[in-house]
């Protein structure tokens, strides 16, 4: 019997795992890619033939296995809680990894990205690469297009986050050679991954504290409801317009007119004004900040009841206060608000308004879902905003903030800015777990991937023909009584103190195990003495131990981080858990190394413990709401 090639049995390993691209890649034929003979016999090399350009040898002449295993070994892969390869030549270099896949403590993940699917194809058919393409340690991206590189590395990073900073490129020099802008634009595209994801988790914990402030003090209003749940698959198929505020909204606002009965047609609090002045009355208007001044958006908006107002829950009180028409509440999804009872309500609803009343148009089943004023740029003069925007149409914060040029909807490129172009990668998230299909009729501004680009008044003609009463199927349903009691919402409450009591417990507890050798380091440090003695080493490493263990009760499933988790304990949790996981990395000398997770450890408790004290003081502030819902607070 033949012998099957490497070719034959890599494929068949790759087609359990990946059936479209075992298919893809067994059709393909070679064109532009050959194998050359080397000085060591039975080890071929790769030559890259490129239109108009010189050919490409990816390894040396002489040796390609020394010359890929010298490459790696100044890498020091070993080190890395995540590698990224870049460019896979004829895989040697995959090949040798398999060593760190199969040492005692390998890598979390090897991401495996490969632009063209013939180089790849040519290296499975010169390496036996079964165990690597079987390793669930490994994710393979070959041949994704350059606008799709941030949503693959952001959905196959997400699980493995924590360990982003401990993350490590494996650049072969072949690959860049071959194409540099594409290799550069992986690396761009993990950097805006991992900045989304931290983006997500919230930015300042005591900025937190205060939407649980708010949250307490509405709370009489939000138990009464509606709330989100209310409205789930409520226009199933239907389409749905969300309006944003950005300065291309002035060229096609006016066409909402042709919709108010077709379309449900959702806008964002700083476009309602301008829709009111146009006698256009959306169904919903969203709100997604926390801060003082939003009830501009809304004062004297209530005349006409008919406008429903979908706030998230923790909006500023006299925001709440400002606007007396129908509303709907919207938790953020923190787990606060599933130990509450109300995590039915919750939304994973993004940083902007905008995206809220693109999540909310997805809860209720809308599709398509049609964008119109979302930017995310500057318009040619410089405008930020729609005329007749509440704060402006110029708006300073976003001229100070980092300039940036994107490929435009109309325009080959446009400037945005740092806090748009996250906004826009997190609009690509959002898209990549829509099922629908997404119109960006902006007619301007900065490109969303993932979404069809037309002209509002094509979009009206294709998807918007069928008249279906949007508002009075809304305030129908909003009008059903809420049918749940404040129970689960009381047991929660005395869940959420008695968490935060044993955490700040457990804070204590860990500041005690490390001030007094952390202090014998920090004054030894002061003396300029660099070693540290054996006897303070162990000392060390006792109250490493010891924090160890309190941090996984703290951190770990089902760790009081973990339940009370998003945006709270995050934003000071997250940063000192991807710290932590790289010390090994900052410290060659051990004891140093314990010293420094010491430090880390001290300003972790010190914050949690304070933030523990901060929750209990909100809670205090608003016993007499508690007490009147049924809730026991005590003082």
Known sequence: ???????????????????????????????TYELVPSAKPGVPNLLHR??????????????????????????????????????????????????????PKPPRKLFVVEKDPECFRMALQVCDLNGVLASPSVELLVGVPQESLFIRLAQALWPEMLHAKALKFLPWPGALASDPDYYLGVRKAVSEAISTWMGSLGNDPFDTLVAYDHFLRNSPEVMAGPRLSRIKDLFPGRPAVVVASGPSLNKNVHLLKLVEDRA????????????????????????????????????GLDKDAQCVYAMVSFIFPETLASYKGPRVFVNRAYNFFHLLGMGE??????????????????YMGCDPIILIGQDLAFDS????????????????????????????????????????????????????????????ATEGGARICGTLVMSFSEAIELHCRDAFGPREVLLSRLREPLG??????????????????????????????????????????????????????????????????????????????????????????????CEWQVVGERFRDEAWGMAYRLKLARDFFSTLGQLCLSLDHVFQENRDKLNALGVPCPA
């Open 1 to 31: 019997m033949k012998a099957r090639s490497n070719l034959e049995r890599n494929l068949e390993v790759l087609a359990a795992r990946d059936p479209e691209l075992a298919k893809a890649i067994a059709h393909l034929r070679p064109e």
């Open 50 to 103: 490129r239109p108009g350009r010189p050919p490409l040898l990816h390894y040396d002449p002489n040796d390609p296995l020394t010359h890929s295993s010298s490459f790696l070994r100044g890498m020091e892969p070993e080190r890395a809680h995540i590698l990224v390869l870049l460019g896979i030549g004829l895989g040697y270099g995959l090949s040798q990894l398999s060593r760190v896949l199969d040492s």
């Open 264 to 299: 449900v047609i959702l806008s964002v609090d700083a476009s309602w004004r301008i829709l009111k002045g146009l006698g256009i009355r959306p169904h919903m208007v969203t709100s997604v900040e926390r801060t003082p001044g939003t009830h501009r958006f809304v004062e």
């Open 345 to 362: 309500d919750c939304l994973a609803m993004g940083n902007s308004t905008a995206h809220m009343a693109f999540k909310i148009a997805a």
């Open 381 to 440: 003069s410089g405008l930020t905003h729609a005329q007749g925007c509440v704060h402006g149409e110029k708006q300073t914060f976003f001229h100070d903030d980092k300039a940036l040029e994107v490929p435009g909807n109309v325009e080959p490129t446009v400037k945005t800015c740092s806090t748009w172009f996250k906004f826009l990668k997190q609009y690509e998230q959002h898209l990549s777990e829509y099922q629908g299909t997404c119109i960006n």
């Open 484 to 577: 749940n009691g404040p129970a689960q919402f009381a047991k929660g409450v005395s869940m959420i103190q008695e968490l935060s009591r044993r955490t700040l417990g457990w804070c204590k507890e860990g500041l005690e195990a490390l001030t007094v050798p952390l202090a014998q380091v920090e004054a030894r440090a002061g003396t300029g003495q660099e070693r540290i003695p054996p006897p303070l080493a162990s000392s060390l490493r006792n109250a490493v131990d010891r924090v160890g263990q309190i941090l996984d009760r703290l951190i770990w499933d089902p760790g009081p981080v973990r339940q009370l988790g998003e945006y709270l304990l995050q934003p000071c949790g997250i940063p000192f858990a």
